[in-house]
């Protein structure tokens, strides 16, 4: 599984952006997380511990700039802190969702 951190067009929410997810792990858990950073191939996400696992799949939704957004990707990384898991998703997002997110997070940037 290829992982690119670097990419040319990554926004950091600063404070984070809420949203919900659901986790295809054993057992299979939903809830809320934060977005922390988002590009069209990836994010970073806080969410409640659990024992998940790199490769596990994740269906995320969330509002940007008023329009609701779904997403699924992987896990590909995870970072226990305690009380909170930062987790890194690999996207597979179609070129039509990549520029629906990218044209959205310029509305967002522009509302800032």
């Known amino acids: 599984m290829y992982y690119r951190r670097n990419e040319a067009f990554r926004y950091a929410f ?9 986790a295809q792990t054993t057992p299979p ?3 809320e997380l934060h977005i922390l950073d988002l590009s069209v191939k ?3 996400v806080e969410v409640p511990v659990h024992d ?3 490769g ?3 269906i995320i939704q969330f509002n940007l700039v008023n329009q609701q957004l779904d997403v ?10 305690g009380r ?6 690999q996207l597979h997002t179609s070129e039509d969702m990549q520029k629906q997110l990218v044209s959205q997070l310029k509305l ?3 509302q800032k």
Do not use: A, E, H
């Not at 600063?14 to 659901?22: A, E, H, T």
């Not at 992987?74 to 802190?81: L, R, T």
């Open 29 to 31: 858990i939903k809830g």
């Open 84 to 89: 909170k898991v930062q987790v890194g998703i």
């Open 42 to 44: 990836g994010m970073k």
């Open 14 to 22: 600063d404070p984070s952006l809420p949203g919900n997810f659901i």
């Open 108 to 110: 967002y940037v522009k």
């Open 72 to 81: 699924d990707g992987q896990i590909v990384w995870v970072k226990n802190f």
């Open 56 to 58: 596990d799949r994740m």
């Open 52 to 54: 998940y696992q790199i």
